[in-house]
């Protein structure tokens, strides 16, 4: 089956525009996780979802940074008023619901701020 | 809190040969799990290899083994028969075991070059 896949790929954005980045998991699978890879760094968590249910936002940066899964599929990240500190790579995982499930990761999307 | 540690920021290897990750890590909890994946360049994350912490048997991928040291909290991998196609970036990554749904803690990853 298909993996998890994410749009854009690429996003350049001028400092203070919005963004939005879209993440369609694996069909089934019902938690998503959202990260912020910065260059030359390991992936950090930003927020989880269980089906719908935003479970866990701890890792949000600032409240610029907004995340929903309104029908428990697709999940879109917001960034607001964007700032060159965001520039990173935003990657996108799902996993079934079991404890300790493996996390599929999408190819993620690299963010620009200029 | 988590923390993961990766102390060698580049390693390389010649084509066929064997190579050895290294991980640490630091919890007070007692049940984990531990996994590698791999970021070939603008290529997405996959998983390499997990281990369940309560298992003592070192767990095993083909030419992928780890050997995990729960006292030491030690998490190495080896790569056997090292292929031009394992050049990537390698990241040793914690998960707590409580319930389902909990965020992965990366370590700052491995730059592994294969060379011919």
């Known amino acids: 089956g298909a993996g998890v896949s994410q749009s854009p790929r690429y996003k350049v954005a001028k400092r203070g525009q919005d963004v939005a980045l879209r993440c369609d998991p694996i069909?089934?699978?019902?938690?998503l996780f959202w990260y912020q890879q910065a260059l030359g760094q390991g992936p950090e968590f930003l927020t989880y979802?269980?089906?719908?249910?935003?479970?866990?936002k701890s890792g949000l940066p600032s409240d610029r940074f907004f995340a929903e899964r309104p029908e428990g599929s697709v999940s879109t990240l917001k960034i607001q008023r964007t700032q060159q500190e965001d520039s990173a790579v935003y990657l996108c995982?799902?996993?079934?619901?079991?404890?300790?499930?493996?996390?599929?990761f999408g190819p993620g999307t690299r963010l620009t701020v200029l | 809190a988590q923390t993961v540690t990766q102390s060698q920021p580049e390693m390389s290897v010649q084509e066929a040969e064997t190579v050895t990750l290294s991980c640490t890590y630091d919890?007070?909890?007692?049940?984990?799990?531990l996994f590698w994946y791999k970021q070939p360049p603008s290529r997405q994350m996959i998983l390499v290899i997990r281990?369940?912490?309560?298992?003592?048997q070192n767990a095993t991928e083909n030419r992928f083994s780890v050997n995990f040291q729960k006292a030491a909290k030690s998490f190495s991998l080896k790569i056997s028969d090292s292929q031009l196609g394992d050049t990537a970036m390698y990241f040793c990554?914690?998960?707590?075991?409580?319930?389902?749904?909990?965020?992965?803690?990366f370590g700052g990853g491995t730059r592994l070059m294969v060379k011919p």
């Open positions: 281990q369940e912490a309560y298992k003592q």
């Open positions: 069909s089934g699978h019902v938690s």
């Open positions: 990554a914690f998960m707590i075991y409580n319930n389902a749904g909990n965020m992965l803690t």
């Open positions: 979802f269980q089906n719908e249910a935003q479970l866990d």
């Open positions: 995982a799902s996993s079934r619901r079991q404890r300790g499930d493996t996390q599929y």
């Open positions: 919890t007070s909890e007692s049940n984990y799990y």
